[in-house]
C-alpha cells in the first residue's frame, strides 16, 4: 500500500510553483502514464479471454497551470472490446471473468520511480 501523504505534500508544493511545474512535470507524468499504459496492455494480452481489450488501453494528459493529470485505461472510442474492461478487471457475479490484473498494480509499480522523477524536478534528493 502506498502512503500518499508524501504526494500530497508534493501537490501542494506544484501548485505553488504554478506554469513553471507544469513545464518540468508534464513530461514525468506522461512518462508514468506510458508505463502504466504497458503494464495494462501487457496483462490484458496475457489473458485468453480477454486479450482483446489490450490495443484499446490508451492514456491521455490533461495539463492546466493548476495541475496536471493522466487517465489511463481502455478507451470505448479505440474499440468496442473495451467495453469488456469491468468484466476482464473486476469479474461479475457469477463465475468468470476477472482474469486481468487489476490496475492498481500497474501504478504501485509505477509510483517509486515517479515520486522520484517529481523529487527530482523540484530539487529534493530522496536518500
Known amino acids: 500500500m502506498i502512503d500518499s501523504s508524501e504526494l500530497n505534500g508534493l501537490a501542494a508544493d506544484f501548485s505553488r510553483a504554478g506554469s513553471v511545474a507544469v513545464g518540468k512535470v508534464r513530461p514525468i507524468v506522461s512518462k508514468g502514464a506510458l508505463n502504466i499504459k504497458n503494464r495494462m496492455q501487457k496483462d490484458a494480452s ?37 467495453s469488456l474492461a469491468g468484466l476482464a478487471y473486476f469479474g461479475s457475479s457469477r463465475p468468470g471473468g476477472a482474469t486481468v490484473m487489476d490496475p492498481i498494480h500497474a501504478l504501485n509499480d509505477e509510483a517509486g520511480n515517479f515520486v522520484e522523477h517529481l523529487a527530482k524536478a523540484v530539487g529534493f534528493i530522496f536518500e
Open 46 to 82: 496475457a489473458s485468453r479471454h480477454f486479450g482483446q481489450i489490450a490495443p484499446t488501453i490508451d492514456y491521455h494528459i490533461n495539463a492546466t497551470d493548476e495541475g496536471i493529470e493522466a487517465e489511463i485505461g481502455p478507451n470505448k472510442a479505440r474499440g468496442r472490446s473495451a
